[in-house]
T-cell receptor
Framework: DAGITQSPRHKVTETGTPVTLRCHQT?????MYWYRQDPGHGLRLIHY???????DKGEVSDGYSVSRSKTEDFLLTLESATSSQTSVYFC??????????????FGEGSRLTVL | KNEVEQSPQNLTAQEGEFITINCSYS?????LHWLQQHPGGGIVSLFM???GKKKHGRLIATINIQEKHSSLHITASHPRDSAVYIC???????????FGAGTILRVKS
């Protein structure tokens, strides 16, 4: 199994509080992704990173920020959580090369509930 | 219209049946991924293919680039195959995957 872990796995928080989710990999993959999964929407890309300090927005990036200060860690931050950000968040990594994403490896998911 | 469409949305099969899940896409892709997600569980990559056919155990994935269509077949289905199956297109331009909404498969014993 690919070495990718997310923390926390479950979190309940209140509207307006900051939340940070962590994704840690031991595969030395260049590309890391944060997705959210909601009923009726499937997986949607929030942000991704293609290297240390190199990040870009996905299709649902509003209200989220990310940071990648080292290869193995990709942090997703909700500066001020809202109820619409209640979701299951998945981190993924890939050894993307030559225009192909390559095989994807997903973390176990982090279930966030914003009250 | 979604860029990646899956059918059916829900599928119930009897153990032992041959199952087909379809994925059609309207955008240019460089590869097509099939993923599996068990209830309450994580997501596992089953296949990544850009042409032809791949087989792993009882699972077979095919893709027809000209017709922009891919299929996932499960032979001799088993209750443990019950899961959500998701296809995703690796966009030809841009570092992006576009996901289908998923097919919920239930295999009854």
């Amino acid at each position: 199994d690919a070495g990718i872990t997310q923390s926390p796995r479950h979190k309940v928080t209140e509207t307006g509080t900051p939340v940070t989710l962590r994704c840690h990999q031991t595969e030395n993959h260049r590309y890391m992704y944060w997705y959210r999964q909601d009923p009726g929407h499937g997986l949607r890309l929030i942000h991704y990173s293609y290297g240390v300090k190199d990040t870009d927005k996905g299709e649902v990036s509003d209200g989220y920020s990310v940071s990648r200060s080292k290869t193995e860690d990709f942090l997703l931050t909700l500066e001020s959580a809202t109820s619409s950000q209640t979701s299951v968040y998945f981190c993924a990594i890939s050894g993307r090369t030559g225009g192909f994403t390559g095989e994807l490896f997903f973390g176990e998911g982090s279930r966030l509930t914003v009250l | 219209k979604n860029e990646v469409e899956q059918s059916p949305q829900n599928l119930t099969a009897q153990e032992g049946e041959f199952i087909t899940i379809n994925c059609s896409y309207s955008v240019g892709i460089s590869a097509l991924h099939w993923l599996q997600q068990h209830p309450g569980g994580g997501i596992v990559s089953l296949f990544m293919l850009s042409s032809g056919k791949k087989k792993h155990g009882r699972l077979i994935a095919t893709i027809n680039i000209q017709e922009k269509h891919s299929s996932l077949h499960i032979t001799a289905s088993h209750p443990r195959d019950s899961a959500v199956y998701i296809c995703a297109g690796d966009m030809e331009y841009g570092n992006k995957l576009v996901f289908g909404a998923g097919t919920i498969l239930r295999v009854k014993s």
